[in-house]
């Protein structure tokens, strides 16, 4: 056995750059803001050394923003989205600049006719799962989900946090799902493990955003030669939080080259860097398309509103993706997502609910109201009446929010 998790970490001064960076997080928007040039810049000039194009993958605000503001600093990277997954307001930004809107990933090929099918959502949820809680947490129920014997280990420290020797024989490692989630979805290793957890009567998956999103870019991006822009932040938290503490801005890594120029940024920063992008696309909005928008910011945000005391904020959704996306949901206060669905697009929001998926055991339909029942999220009755069994953000302690 080689070196462990914590002794690399160790090597490689994991601690200091993760300090160092947490450091870069609370200065002012203005170093900020020049500090995200000086990276974008740095990183296109590496890319340029080593015969490397660099594209800027958008979806939602963040990306938006991100987009423009390379453009403003001279930076004239390529756009590509996954537009069709995005809210039809989202759709009409990405169109007016100009974006490479790609498709989903190949699912097969006729061996005859050459034909391409491509993934659907509905069949990526009734094939691996629903997208639920996080990522990470998702990745987590799957193993559980699906037991071999070489994923044995990483399922036993999902259960009780042991990580054994590559892991540096932790005892109560982050890999543990939080207690609440166990709870639910832990039954699959109760003979395993000699616990006495529930078992849902549906499938958990994080594969939507690979096949749907990641996959599609990643194809493009080879085929073009080209490495991406990102608009990620660290203040999102989750394993992103610690990838981009621990590698920086900018990552020339052997299998992965990324530039996240807005690893240090906050909701705050980001927001006030909208307003300002905004104002810079009214003035070079013919440089994208012949499509005049009267604002950057797609309608499902709402306005850029500040309060009394300073704070800037969207005044409709905070975050956006996927329309049938689950991840985060038991964070958020109702109207939901998928209450916010049901008042745009009563139809949508019904297939969603009762029908996307079939039961393999019965052959009835359900949907996503089965997930939201089985984690406690309010969805069927109206927003405005009492919404019982709806987790408040408020009322989760750090080790759930740290979670998922």
Request: charged share 25%; proline share 3%.
């Amino acid at each position: 056995m080689g070196e462990s998790v914590l002794e690399r970490m160790k090597r490689e001064g994991a601690d200091k750059k993760i300090a160092d960076f947490m450091v870069k997080e609370k200065q002012p928007y203005s170093f900020k803001k020049r500090y995200a040039a000086i990276r974008a810049k740095e990183f296109a000039a590496e890319c340029d050394k080593r015969g490397l194009n660099y594209h800027c993958s958008v979806g939602g605000l963040d990306s938006i923003t991100l987009f423009l503001f390379l453009h403003s600093i001279g930076i004239y990277a390529d756009g590509i989205s996954v537009s069709y997954l995005e809210d039809r307001s989202i759709q009409q930004v990405h169109h007016a600049l100009g974006l490479e809107c790609l498709q989903s990933a190949v699912r097969s090929v006729d061996p005859v006719t050459g034909v391409k099918t491509r993934w659907a959502k509905p069949q990526i949820i009734q094939e691996f799962g629903f997208p639920v809680l996080s990522k990470e947490v998702a990745a987590k129920i799957e193993l559980l989900q699906n037991p071999t014997e070489k994923n044995a280990t990483v399922r036993h420290a999902i259960i009780t946090g042991e990580t054994g020797e590559y892991g540096g024989w932790q005892t109560d490692s982050r890999m543990k799902l939080a207690q609440q989630w166990l709870d639910l979805f832990g039954g699959y290793e109760n003979e395993a493990e000699h616990v006495n957890y529930q078992t849902p009567n549906f499938k958990v998956s994080s594969r939507c955003c690979y096949y749907l999103k990641e996959k599609p870019c990643d194809d493009w991006a080879k085929e073009h030669n080209s490495v991406p822009y990102l608009g990620l932040m660290s203040s999102e938290g989750g394993r992103r939080a610690k990838s981009l503490r621990l590698h920086g801005c900018n990552y020339f890594g052997k299998s992965t080259i990324r530039s996240a120029p807005f690893a240090i940024f906050n909701r705050q920063d980001l927001l006030t860097l909208a307003l300002e992008m905004d104002a810079w696309y009214q003035e070079h909005w013919k440089k994208f398309s012949d499509i005049h928008l009267e604002t950057i910011v797609p309608a499902i945000y709402g306005e850029i509103a500040k309060d009394d005391d300073g704070t800037l904020r969207t005044t409709k959704a905070q975050r956006t993706g996927c329309s049938m996306c689950g991840f985060g949901i038991q964070m958020e206060q109702r109207p939901h997502r998928f209450d916010m669905m049901r008042e745009r697009n009563p139809k949508e929001w019904e297939y969603w609910m009762y029908k996307c998926c079939t039961d393999p055991q019965t052959g009835d339909k359900y949907g996503w109201g089965r997930v939201l029942d089985y984690i406690g999220v309010g969805w069927e009755n109206a927003p405005d009446t009492d919404c019982v069994g709806q987790i408040s953000f408020m009322d989760m302690d750090a080790e759930q929010i740290r979670a998922g």
